[in-house]
């Protein structure tokens, strides 16, 4: 079985074009490798094996976006299952009773897979809410698997959970953790430049002006070289610039990001979120003015359905993008409109029963007929 949530959070054009039965390696320019073999995933370069099998290959592990694998050992195969049913308890009992039987020696012919579900818990932590177990996975992936390309993934996983959780001393402590690790493992620039991203995104004595300052540093760092370090920065400039009731100059930003995707699905999940933001605010002020707003919210609800279906596993946004989809929806004013807001609504608070869109959906969704 195909590792299925991977390939949801792909880039839709990534997904139509998947008809490779081996393993895939996406980059971060916005290319692929097909039809290859994983042998490894190091700290500092990604090995593979070509289709003939007689060759062997490597790529810099700051070179990669994601990788799909086709094959994996039964037990991961079930908890991918699992994870696409969201079945995540499931999914951690699978990952879980792989490790306890392979940690130590890996399968031989998948020496990857150790490491891959140390992160693939992390990962399910994540989709959970699961904040605290995020912190502790991330963990066993630094103290067992540091030598793996996940290692850097654990720092950033760990790094975004800490903040999420408002713990603001161990967030910093993580932050310069990350920062020691890529100079005392000499990494390439990318990592570099995650890690002074880190460092202006969660400093709380950056505001306004002086934040997006300092992201636009990052972003001239970047270049062309780093596009995945520079759209997470533009989307922060974007969602700066909406905190200070500028939709105006934050959709030129987030155009920018969706208009050349090479980014993670966090990021995008936070382009699309904050584009939707920027056209559902248009919609509103043309509705008090007494102008026609059909076709404005009509665009919102697509920014924001893209979440809902592509990015569903990013919870930092998805929650609220399901929310403000049926807001647009319902607006719409149609039968079919009304209906579809109901399906979002009601999906919203199955998914997401504790959060404050939930909640808000729950008394909007009181209005429909």
């Known amino acids: 079985m195909r590792n299925l949530r991977l390939l949801s959070l792909l880039p839709l054009s990534l997904i139509l074009a998947s008809t490779s039965l081996a393993d895939r390696i996406f980059t971060t320019d916005g ?96 989709i959970a809410g699961d904040y605290p177990s995020v912190v502790t ?29 408002g713990d603001a001393g161990q967030l910093k402590a993580a932050v310069d ?34 934040r997006r300052d300092k992201l636009n540093d990052v972003v001239a760092a970047a270049g062309k070289d780093a596009p995945v370090v520079k759209n997470r920065a533009l989307v922060a400039i ?26 993670d699905d966090f990021t995008l999940a936070g382009a699309y979120t904050g ?15 007494g102008e026609d707003t059909i076709e404005d919210f009509k665009s919102a609800a697509l920014a924001y359905m893209r979440v809902v279906v592509v990015y569903g596993d990013e919870i930092q946004y998805a929650p ?11 607006e719409m004013g149609s039968d079919e409109d009304e209906r579809r807001a109901q399906q979002i609504y009601n999906k919203l608070i199955r998914n997401f029963p504790n959060s404050k869109s939930a909640k808000e959906a729950k008394s909007f969704r009181r209005r429909l007929n």
């Open 31 to 126: 290319a692929t490798i097909d039809d290859v073999t994983i042998v490894s995933e190091g700290l500092d370069e990604v090995e593979y094996k070509t289709s003939s099998g007689k060759s062997k290959k490597t790529i810099g592990s700051h070179e990669v976006l994601s990788i799909v694998f086709e094959k994996m050992p039964p037990q991961l195969d079930s908890a991918e299952a699992a994870i696409a049913d969201e079945l995540m308890l499931d999914a951690v009992n699978d990952l879980e009773e792989f490790l306890s039987r392979f940690a130590d020696k890996p399968p031989r012919t998948y020496p990857w897979a150790v490491p891959y579900a140390m992160f693939r818990l992390v990962q399910v932590y994540q």
């Open 137 to 165: 996975a991330a963990d066993r992936v630094l103290a067992s698997a540091a030598d793996s390309r996940y290692a850097i993934l654990a720092h950033l996983s760990k790094i975004e959970a800490l903040n999420l959780m």
């Open 177 to 210: 953790a990350f920062s020691a690790f890529v100079a005392e493992k000499s990494l390439p620039a990318r990592w570099r430049l995650e890690a002074e991203l880190r460092g202006v995104l969660f400093d709380p004595a950056l505001k306004g002006s002086k």
């Open 238 to 263: 974007g969602e700066s610039f909406l905190n200070e009731r500028n939709p105006g100059e934050a959709e030129k930003v987030f155009e920018k990001v969706v208009a050349d995707p090479k980014a």
């Open 275 to 289: 584009l939707g933001d920027c056209l559902y605010q248009r919609a509103e002020k043309k509705k008090a003015e």
């Open 320 to 330: 609220k993008a399901m929310f403000y989809a049926g807001r647009s929806f319902q």
